[in-house]
């Protein structure tokens, strides 16, 4: 009868002891991958040795040995679920210690310390139905944010408040660019642009020949620029947005590109697991 009441004894520290490591959210490790899993949406390459990045479920992660170690949490942006923090879809760093992140459930926070820890922006106009897409900034004080339904937002003042530009449409942007805050071209569905030319007043739909959506834009000079997006789709303009042409010979049909980046005259497509695609002729192959 004792060796039984000890047995209930022990029985039951053990269930409580579980239940209490339960409730005490200890924080959990990647064993496999390292450092982390989580799909990243955003890299930032500083230097040689500092690399920045940001992903789902709320995921930050840097390097400042050049991968050597990595420092991570996943503790960014408006919580989606008990101890999960929405999916972050890109950020701008201003220097190594100053920037902002974006992303579901309409999150954007801002960090001071090199992404040790990020406080949520209060005066956010996003509510938590809307992704945010993109982030673009145009010099350290001008910048805007790309979001769902339509949704484009616009700071003055370096990212501490925001104020939300009528586009007149209510589907997705899913990317923004602006060389000077007067001209601002956003991307959204059905192979569709949109460009207004007074700062977001007056806007004027421009199809680029396709019917895909556009996942990334870039441009590398005030007049020449690309988009990519599903379906093989990469298109560029040689006059800042007003006409788009084909730019996808040599891709394979039936890829989805998700970003588009230059190095030099170099442009590169990513996005599609087995491959990347770069070309050195302005997207004429």
């Known amino acids: 009868?004792?060796?039984?009441?000890?047995?209930?004894?022990?029985?039951?520290?053990?269930?409580?002891?579980?239940?209490?490591?339960?409730?005490?959210?200890?924080?959990?490790?990647?064993?496999h991958p390292t450092p982390q899993g989580n799909t990243l949406r955003y890299v930032k390459r500083f230097d040689a040795n500092t690399w920045y990045g940001v992903g789902l479920a709320g995921t930050f992660l840097k390097t400042t040995d050049g991968g050597a170690t990595f420092f991570y949490h996943h503790n960014v942006g408006r919580m989606i679920a008990a101890r999960q923090h929405a999916n972050l879809m890109d950020a701008h760093f201003f220097d190594k210690q100053n920037g902002i992140v974006v992303?579901?459930?309409?999150?954007i926070a801002r960090t001071t310390d090199g992404g040790v820890t990020f406080d949520t922006l209060a005066a956010n106009p996003l509510t938590t139905s809307?992704?945010?897409?993109?982030?673009?900034?145009?010099?350290n004080n001008?910048?805007?944010?790309?979001?769902?339904?339509?949704?484009?937002?616009?700071?003055?003042?370096?990212?501490?408040?925001?104020?939300?530009?009528?586009?007149?449409?209510?589907?997705?942007?899913?990317?923004v660019w602006s060389p000077d805050g007067t001209l601002i071209i956003v991307a959204t569905t059905s192979g569709n642009t949109r460009r207004s030319t007074d700062g977001g007043v007056t806007w004027t739909a421009v199809n680029t020949g396709a019917t895909s959506t556009i996942n990334r834009m870039v441009f590398t000079s005030s007049?020449?620029?690309?988009?990519?997006?599903?379906?093989?789709?990469?298109?560029?303009?040689?006059?800042?947005?007003?006409t788009w042409a084909a730019a996808n010979t040599g891709i394979p049909t039936g890829l989805t590109f998700y970003d588009i980046d230059n190095v030099g005259s170099t442009i590169y497509l990513t996005g599609y697991s087995y491959s990347i695609f770069k070309s050195t002729d302005n997207g004429a192959t």
């Open 130 to 139: 809307n992704t945010a897409y993109k982030i673009y900034f145009v010099d």
């Open 142 to 175: 001008l910048g805007f944010i790309s979001a769902s339904s339509g949704i484009l937002l616009k700071t003055t003042d370096g990212g501490a408040t925001w104020a939300t530009v009528a586009t007149g449409v209510t589907s997705a942007l899913y990317d």
């Open 223 to 242: 007049t020449t620029g690309f988009v990519a997006g599903s379906s093989s789709y990469c298109r560029v303009t040689t006059d800042a947005g007003l």
């Open 103 to 107: 992303g579901s459930t309409g999150s």
């Open 1 to 31: 009868m004792l060796r039984n009441k000890s047995f209930i004894t022990s029985l039951m520290f053990i269930l409580f002891s579980c239940f209490v490591f339960g409730q005490s959210y200890q924080d959990w490790k990647w064993v």
